[in-house]
Protein backbone atom coordinates (compact mmCIF):
# COMPACT_ATOMS: atom_id res chain seq x y z
CA UNK A 1 0.00 0.00 0.00
CA UNK A 2 1.21 3.50 -1.07
CA UNK A 3 -0.21 5.09 2.01
CA UNK A 4 1.03 2.56 4.74
CA UNK A 5 4.80 3.04 3.85
CA UNK A 6 5.13 6.69 4.02
CA UNK A 7 5.82 8.66 7.35
CA UNK A 8 3.60 12.17 7.92
CA UNK A 9 5.58 14.99 7.14
CA UNK A 10 4.35 18.59 8.84
CA UNK A 11 6.49 21.01 6.27
CA UNK A 12 7.41 19.54 2.99
CA UNK A 13 10.41 21.61 1.18
CA UNK A 14 10.79 22.63 -2.07
CA UNK A 15 12.90 19.93 -3.40
CA UNK A 16 12.96 17.77 -6.56
CA UNK A 17 14.61 16.81 -9.91
CA UNK A 18 12.76 19.30 -12.43
CA UNK A 19 9.86 21.20 -11.93
CA UNK A 20 6.68 21.92 -13.68
CA UNK A 21 4.86 24.54 -15.51
CA UNK A 22 3.12 26.80 -13.27
CA UNK A 23 -0.48 27.91 -12.91
CA UNK A 24 1.10 30.86 -10.79
CA UNK A 25 0.05 31.79 -7.37
CA UNK A 26 -3.31 31.20 -6.90
CA UNK A 27 -5.75 34.19 -4.97
CA UNK A 28 -8.69 33.89 -1.57
CA UNK A 29 -10.84 32.87 -4.38
CA UNK A 30 -11.42 29.72 -5.33
CA UNK A 31 -8.90 27.91 -7.80
CA UNK A 32 -7.11 25.02 -8.87
CA UNK A 33 -3.35 23.45 -9.60
CA UNK A 34 -2.34 20.25 -11.18
CA UNK A 35 0.80 18.85 -11.21
CA UNK A 36 1.98 15.41 -12.57
CA UNK A 37 5.14 13.30 -11.20
CA UNK A 38 6.76 10.05 -12.62
CA UNK A 39 7.69 7.68 -9.50
CA UNK A 40 9.82 4.91 -10.20
CA UNK A 41 11.52 1.80 -8.20
CA UNK A 42 9.18 3.16 -5.05
CA UNK A 43 8.79 0.20 -2.65
CA UNK A 44 5.44 -0.88 -1.91
CA UNK A 45 4.20 -3.18 0.78
CA UNK A 46 1.18 -4.97 1.75
CA UNK A 47 -0.88 -5.83 5.05
CA UNK A 48 1.92 -8.21 6.38
CA UNK A 49 4.24 -5.11 6.00
CA UNK A 50 7.05 -6.33 3.73
CA UNK A 51 7.85 -4.30 0.88
CA UNK A 52 6.47 -7.02 -1.85
CA UNK A 53 6.81 -4.61 -5.40
CA UNK A 54 8.44 -1.77 -6.48
CA UNK A 55 6.07 0.80 -8.48
CA UNK A 56 6.58 2.80 -11.37
CA UNK A 57 3.56 5.48 -11.65
CA UNK A 58 2.50 8.72 -13.00
CA UNK A 59 0.86 10.39 -10.04
CA UNK A 60 -1.53 13.59 -10.94
CA UNK A 61 -2.42 15.62 -8.52
CA UNK A 62 -4.93 18.10 -8.22
CA UNK A 63 -5.33 20.67 -4.85
CA UNK A 64 -8.32 23.26 -4.83
CA UNK A 65 -8.69 26.33 -3.14
CA UNK A 66 -12.21 26.32 -1.78
CA UNK A 67 -11.78 29.93 0.40
CA UNK A 68 -11.31 31.31 3.08
CA UNK A 69 -12.40 29.73 6.61
CA UNK A 70 -14.71 31.79 8.35
CA UNK A 71 -14.45 30.26 12.07
CA UNK A 72 -10.51 29.94 12.39
CA UNK A 73 -9.32 32.86 9.34
CA UNK A 74 -7.08 29.85 7.44
CA UNK A 75 -8.12 28.42 4.17
CA UNK A 76 -9.82 25.72 3.36
CA UNK A 77 -8.65 23.28 0.56
CA UNK A 78 -9.39 19.66 -1.22
CA UNK A 79 -6.99 17.82 -3.21
CA UNK A 80 -7.20 14.49 -5.43
CA UNK A 81 -4.90 12.07 -6.46
CA UNK A 82 -4.68 9.66 -9.04
CA UNK A 83 -1.74 6.98 -9.64
CA UNK A 84 -1.26 4.68 -12.76
CA UNK A 85 1.21 2.84 -13.59
CA UNK A 86 2.46 -1.14 -12.79
CA UNK A 87 3.70 -2.87 -9.81
CA UNK A 88 6.65 -5.42 -10.30
CA UNK A 89 6.76 -8.20 -7.47
CA UNK A 90 9.43 -9.20 -5.38
CA UNK A 91 10.87 -13.25 -6.14
CA UNK A 92 9.95 -14.73 -2.71
CA UNK A 93 8.38 -11.45 -0.66
CA UNK A 94 5.38 -12.01 1.91
CA UNK A 95 2.44 -11.64 -1.10
CA UNK A 96 0.80 -8.60 0.11
CA UNK A 97 -3.03 -9.95 0.51
CA UNK A 98 -5.13 -12.24 1.60
CA UNK A 99 -2.81 -15.79 1.82
CA UNK A 100 0.49 -13.94 2.81
CA UNK A 101 2.79 -16.61 0.82
CA UNK A 102 5.92 -15.74 -1.21
CA UNK A 103 5.39 -14.76 -3.96
CA UNK A 104 6.39 -17.19 -6.72
CA UNK A 105 8.54 -15.72 -10.19
CA UNK A 106 8.21 -11.83 -10.68
CA UNK A 107 4.50 -10.88 -11.77
CA UNK A 108 3.88 -7.54 -12.75
CA UNK A 109 0.79 -5.63 -12.04
CA UNK A 110 -1.25 -3.12 -13.36
CA UNK A 111 -2.08 -0.05 -10.78
CA UNK A 112 -4.48 2.18 -10.25
CA UNK A 113 -5.64 3.72 -7.37
CA UNK A 114 -6.57 7.20 -6.21
CA UNK A 115 -7.65 9.24 -2.60
CA UNK A 116 -8.71 12.57 -1.46
CA UNK A 117 -7.74 15.36 1.16
CA UNK A 118 -9.33 17.80 3.02
CA UNK A 119 -6.75 20.26 4.82
CA UNK A 120 -6.62 24.06 5.82
CA UNK A 121 -3.58 26.01 5.60
CA UNK A 122 -2.28 29.83 6.90
CA UNK A 123 -1.46 31.02 3.16
CA UNK A 124 -3.84 31.19 0.31
CA UNK A 125 -0.96 31.00 -2.25
CA UNK A 126 -0.03 27.73 -4.00
CA UNK A 127 1.36 26.59 -7.21
CA UNK A 128 2.48 23.81 -8.92
CA UNK A 129 5.91 25.34 -10.13
CA UNK A 130 7.67 23.13 -7.33
CA UNK A 131 6.08 19.90 -7.20
CA UNK A 132 8.88 17.53 -8.62
CA UNK A 133 8.52 16.20 -12.05
CA UNK A 134 10.07 12.64 -11.28
CA UNK A 135 11.07 10.67 -8.11
CA UNK A 136 12.81 7.12 -7.41
CA UNK A 137 12.27 5.20 -4.70
CA UNK A 138 10.52 6.09 -1.28
CA UNK A 139 10.86 9.99 -1.44
CA UNK A 140 7.74 12.10 -1.13
CA UNK A 141 5.16 11.03 1.33
CA UNK A 142 1.48 10.07 -0.53
CA UNK A 143 -0.08 11.16 3.05
CA UNK A 144 1.15 14.93 2.65
CA UNK A 145 1.59 15.01 -1.15
CA UNK A 146 -0.21 18.23 -1.65
CA UNK A 147 2.14 20.43 0.72
CA UNK A 148 4.49 20.10 -2.65
CA UNK A 149 2.46 22.83 -3.44
CA UNK A 150 3.57 25.27 -0.55
CA UNK A 151 6.48 27.61 0.50
CA UNK A 152 8.62 25.63 2.72
CA UNK A 153 7.24 27.15 6.74
CA UNK A 154 3.49 26.74 5.81
CA UNK A 155 1.45 25.15 8.23
CA UNK A 156 -1.32 22.97 7.82
CA UNK A 157 -4.47 21.42 10.01
CA UNK A 158 -6.32 17.99 9.14
CA UNK A 159 -3.54 17.07 6.43
CA UNK A 160 -3.75 13.67 5.53
CA UNK A 161 -5.43 10.97 2.65
CA UNK A 162 -8.58 9.88 2.91
CA UNK A 163 -10.97 7.08 0.85
CA UNK A 164 -8.49 5.88 -0.84
CA UNK A 165 -8.09 2.85 -2.58
CA UNK A 166 -5.45 1.06 -4.78
CA UNK A 167 -6.02 -1.65 -7.68
CA UNK A 168 -3.36 -3.99 -8.19
CA UNK A 169 -4.74 -6.29 -11.52
CA UNK A 170 -2.43 -9.32 -12.68
CA UNK A 171 -4.02 -10.14 -15.94
CA UNK A 172 -1.66 -13.08 -16.73
CA UNK A 173 -2.54 -14.99 -13.57
CA UNK A 174 -6.26 -13.92 -12.97
CA UNK A 175 -5.06 -11.92 -9.43
CA UNK A 176 -6.35 -8.82 -7.97
CA UNK A 177 -5.45 -7.34 -4.97
CA UNK A 178 -7.27 -4.20 -3.48
CA UNK A 179 -5.93 -1.97 -1.28
CA UNK A 180 -8.46 0.21 0.32
CA UNK A 181 -9.53 2.35 3.68
CA UNK A 182 -11.91 0.50 4.41
CA UNK A 183 -10.39 -2.93 3.32
CA UNK A 184 -9.04 -6.09 4.98
CA UNK A 185 -7.02 -8.63 4.01
CA UNK A 186 -9.02 -11.70 4.13
CA UNK A 187 -10.96 -9.42 1.34
CA UNK A 188 -8.44 -7.94 -0.42
CA UNK A 189 -7.14 -10.51 -2.86
CA UNK A 190 -3.69 -11.15 -3.39
CA UNK A 191 -1.00 -11.43 -5.86
CA UNK A 192 0.99 -14.19 -5.59
CA UNK A 193 2.58 -15.12 -9.10
CA UNK A 194 0.89 -18.61 -8.86
CA UNK A 195 -2.02 -18.89 -11.38
CA UNK A 196 -6.09 -18.27 -10.27
CA UNK A 197 -7.50 -18.49 -13.95
CA UNK A 198 -10.20 -21.03 -14.51
CA UNK A 199 -9.27 -24.19 -15.59
CA UNK A 200 -11.22 -24.66 -18.95
CA UNK A 201 -13.09 -28.29 -19.16
CA UNK A 202 -11.42 -30.84 -21.18
CA UNK A 203 -12.65 -31.55 -24.76
CA UNK A 204 -14.09 -34.43 -25.74
CA UNK A 205 -11.93 -35.92 -28.48
CA UNK A 206 -14.22 -38.96 -30.41
CA UNK A 207 -11.86 -42.40 -30.90
CA UNK A 208 -12.36 -45.25 -32.73
CA UNK A 209 -15.77 -44.15 -34.84
CA UNK A 210 -16.30 -47.40 -37.06
CA UNK A 211 -19.13 -49.44 -39.03
CA UNK A 212 -20.79 -52.27 -36.25
CA UNK A 213 -22.85 -53.95 -39.08
CA UNK A 214 -24.52 -52.47 -42.27
CA UNK A 215 -27.39 -53.93 -44.02
CA UNK A 216 -29.35 -52.64 -47.68
CA UNK A 217 -31.76 -50.69 -45.34
CA UNK A 218 -30.27 -49.72 -42.34
CA UNK A 219 -26.59 -49.23 -40.86
CA UNK A 220 -25.13 -48.83 -36.59
CA UNK A 221 -21.92 -47.21 -36.15
CA UNK A 222 -19.85 -46.83 -32.84
CA UNK A 223 -17.45 -44.40 -31.01
CA UNK A 224 -15.41 -44.23 -28.09
CA UNK A 225 -14.88 -40.72 -26.62
CA UNK A 226 -12.28 -39.33 -23.86
CA UNK A 227 -15.60 -37.34 -21.88
CA UNK A 228 -18.50 -37.65 -21.81
CA UNK A 229 -21.01 -34.86 -23.92
CA UNK A 230 -24.09 -34.72 -25.61
CA UNK A 231 -23.04 -35.61 -29.25
CA UNK A 232 -25.12 -34.27 -32.55
CA UNK A 233 -24.72 -36.97 -35.04
CA UNK A 234 -25.78 -35.90 -38.55
CA UNK A 235 -26.48 -39.25 -41.32
CA UNK A 236 -26.15 -38.02 -45.04
CA UNK A 237 -26.67 -39.87 -48.44
CA UNK A 238 -29.61 -40.57 -50.54
CA UNK A 239 -33.02 -39.68 -50.23
CA UNK A 240 -31.47 -38.83 -46.72
CA UNK A 241 -30.57 -36.09 -44.37
CA UNK A 242 -31.20 -36.03 -40.70
CA UNK A 243 -29.90 -35.74 -37.29
CA UNK A 244 -30.54 -36.29 -33.95
CA UNK A 245 -29.06 -36.07 -30.04
CA UNK A 246 -27.33 -38.60 -28.24
CA UNK A 247 -26.10 -38.23 -24.68
CA UNK A 248 -22.77 -40.14 -24.93
CA UNK A 249 -20.89 -41.80 -22.67
CA UNK A 250 -17.09 -43.33 -23.31
CA UNK A 251 -18.99 -45.21 -25.83
CA UNK A 252 -22.04 -44.86 -27.65
CA UNK A 253 -23.53 -46.06 -30.98
CA UNK A 254 -26.01 -44.89 -33.54
CA UNK A 255 -28.57 -46.73 -35.76
CA UNK A 256 -29.63 -45.56 -38.84
CA UNK A 257 -32.99 -46.84 -40.71
CA UNK A 258 -34.95 -46.59 -43.73
CA UNK A 259 -31.28 -46.18 -45.95
CA UNK A 260 -31.25 -47.58 -49.85
CA UNK A 261 -29.90 -50.64 -51.17
CA UNK A 262 -26.07 -50.02 -52.61
CA UNK A 263 -26.01 -46.24 -51.61
CA UNK A 264 -23.09 -44.34 -49.90
CA UNK A 265 -23.54 -42.29 -46.81
CA UNK A 266 -21.71 -39.93 -44.11
CA UNK A 267 -22.33 -40.40 -40.23
CA UNK A 268 -20.68 -37.43 -38.91
CA UNK A 269 -20.45 -37.08 -34.66
CA UNK A 270 -19.88 -32.98 -33.22
CA UNK A 271 -19.48 -33.33 -29.20
CA UNK A 272 -20.93 -30.01 -27.62
CA UNK A 273 -20.89 -28.77 -24.38
CA UNK A 274 -23.47 -26.32 -23.57
CA UNK A 275 -24.65 -26.64 -26.55
CA UNK A 276 -21.41 -25.24 -28.42
CA UNK A 277 -19.46 -27.54 -30.19
CA UNK A 278 -16.52 -28.76 -28.29
CA UNK A 279 -13.35 -30.14 -29.82
CA UNK A 280 -13.30 -31.85 -33.16
CA UNK A 281 -16.03 -33.97 -34.80
CA UNK A 282 -15.10 -37.60 -36.73
CA UNK A 283 -17.37 -38.66 -39.76
CA UNK A 284 -17.23 -42.59 -41.04
CA UNK A 285 -18.60 -43.07 -44.91
CA UNK A 286 -20.55 -46.12 -45.74
CA UNK A 287 -22.05 -48.14 -48.31
CA UNK A 288 -25.28 -50.40 -47.76
CA UNK A 289 -25.63 -53.81 -49.54
Given at each position: MLKRI???????TAAGAGT??????????PSTATATTHLTNRPDSGYSGNTWADDN???TVTVRLVGPDTVSGLYDYTATLHDTGTASA????????????AIKGAPVARVSGSGTYTFTANTSQFSAKDVPFKLSGSAGPTDTWPEYFFAPGTQFTGMG??????VYTDSRHCQTWTDAYNGSQATS???????????P??????????TDWVSSHSAEVSWNQTVTSTDLVTVTGPGLGRHG?????????ADFGKLRPWSRYQVTVQPTVNGKPAGHSASISFRTR
Open positions: LASLAVVLATTGWASATLVRLTGATSPGSQAVISNWTWGDITGVSACPVAPKPVIRHLHWTFATHNDK
